[in-house]
């Protein structure tokens, strides 16, 4: 197995600096982030409020329909003193589903395209609010998910900068408690999607700590299991990549 540390304190503060490294080089002092209430976007969230202020970040929270956890995603906001705004996209995604149906064009329904729709109406709505206030989209995904494509291309894969995207699911957590201004229960919750009822382990049928041994130590333990991630990264790099190219030149 490859020798592996993770000192989170330093990590953390290479983040928050490497923020302010970025806002400086490209001009820019505020940004937009989508918040779910789980760790991710809890995390990007305090590391932005400690690199550029709490009054230049701003919290968007997007249920589709009603979201059960709403109340989480509130809580962020507010213990970290952030802007915060609600735009619910339920009504923007029936809309969606009506305009595609209305031409006569038969597209059959898909669940998991369907399902798709969510991430990336959020992702329009981030990035009007971004633009229409001078501010860029902070990313929120982590290394784990993109391993294993458990992200929507043209969704939660489109921001302005990636905070999270060299670390593990794992990682994500121990820099979040390491940050006393967090709530403990939110940097410890159970991940989900906030739109398909089922936290994320069960919909991708793996263990977030399985990722990270198979990551950073090389493997998890079990041979199957380790396929299964290695199967998964393949099949997904597509979303990790910018669009291909044709060359007519060759």
């Given at each position: 197995?490859?020798?592996?540390?993770?000192?989170?304190?330093?990590?953390?503060?290479s983040?928050?600096q490497?923020?302010?490294?970025?806002?400086?080089?490209?001009?820019?002092?505020r940004?937009?982030?989508?918040?779910s209430g789980?760790?991710d976007?809890t995390?990007?969230?305090?590391?932005?409020?400690r690199?550029?202020g709490?009054?230049?970040?701003?919290?968007?929270?997007?249920p589709d329909?009603?979201q059960?956890?709403?109340?989480d995603?509130?809580?962020?906001?507010?213990?970290?003193?952030?802007?915060?705004k609600?735009?619910?996209?339920?009504?923007?995604?029936?809309?969606?589903?009506?305009?595609v149906?209305a031409d006569?064009?038969e597209?059959p329904?898909h669940q998991e395209?369907?399902f798709?729709?969510?991430?990336?109406l959020?992702?329009t709505?981030?990035?009007?609010?971004?633009q229409?206030?001078?501010?860029?989209?902070v990313g929120?995904?982590?290394?784990?998910?993109?391993t294993?494509?458990?992200?929507?291309?043209?969704?939660?894969?489109?921001?302005?900068?990636s905070?999270l995207?060299?670390l593990?699911?794992?990682?994500?957590?121990?820099v979040?408690?390491?940050m006393?201004?967090l709530?403990?229960e939110l940097v410890?919750?159970?991940p989900s999607?906030?739109l398909?009822?089922?936290s994320?382990?069960?919909r991708?049928?793996?263990?977030?700590a399985?990722?990270?041994?198979?990551?950073?130590?090389?493997?998890c333990?079990d041979?199957?299991?380790?396929?299964?991630?290695?199967?998964?990264?393949?099949a997904?790099?597509?979303?990790?990549?910018?669009?291909?190219k044709i060359n007519p030149?060759?």
């Open positions: 197995m490859n020798s592996y540390q993770f000192d989170a304190v330093k990590v953390r503060d983040l928050v490497g923020i302010k490294d970025l806002a400086a080089s490209q001009g820019f002092s940004v937009v982030i989508g918040i789980g760790k976007s995390v990007c969230a305090a590391l932005c409020a690199a550029l709490k009054e230049n970040v701003y919290g968007i929270m997007m329909g009603e059960k956890d709403i109340a995603s509130r809580k962020v906001c507010e213990v970290l003193g952030i802007h915060q609600t735009v619910n996209i339920g009504a923007m995604h029936r809309s969606l589903l009506e305009a149906k006569g064009f597209v329904f395209s369907d798709n729709v969510g991430p990336r959020r992702m709505t981030l990035r009007y609010i971004a229409a206030i001078g501010a860029r989209l929120t995904g982590n290394l784990s998910e993109a294993v494509g458990y992200c929507t291309k043209d969704g939660d894969t489109s921001c302005d900068f905070l995207g060299n593990t699911s794992v990682e994500v957590v121990e979040g408690l390491t006393e201004e709530p403990k410890q919750k159970t999607d906030g398909s009822g089922k994320d382990e069960e991708l049928g793996l263990k977030y399985d990722i990270h041994a198979y990551l950073r130590l090389g493997t333990g041979f199957e299991t380790d396929e299964k991630i290695r199967r998964k990264e393949r997904n790099m597509h979303k990790r990549q910018m669009p291909v030149f060759v």
